[in-house]
């Protein structure tokens, strides 16, 4: 599978040092589903390398949401997702 960027629950399961979006986007909520070991990390930046999410799994399969202040961030890029998908709920 591939992220999917596209309506209002953008779906990330791919990581990489690349741009997965270069626009503005504005987050409301962040859902890691199903990371399948504790300690696992996920970390989110925008294209200027400012974090939005660095987490690390509390539990194995233990899905977790994450209630962010929703702000407009420039561009995506999912540096490490040790397992499972990042849903992004957009504003």
Do not use: C
């Not at 599978?1 to 990330?12: E, F, I, P, Q, S």
């Not at 859902?31 to 925008?46: E, I, K, M, R």
């Amino acid at each position: 599978m591939a992220n999917v960027l596209k309506g209002r629950v953008w779906t990330l399961d791919t990581a990489g040092a690349a741009n997965i979006y270069t626009g503005w986007v504005k987050i409301v909520l962040i859902y890691w589903f199903n990371p399948s070991a504790s300690g696992d990390v996920v970390l989110l930046q925008d294209i200027n390398g400012r974090p939005i999410l660095d987490a690390r799994a509390e539990a194995n399969n233990g899905s977790q949401v994450f209630r962010v202040e929703p702000q407009w961030y420039q561009g995506l890029q999912l540096q490490t997702l040790g397992s499972g998908t990042v849903q992004l709920h957009i504003g």
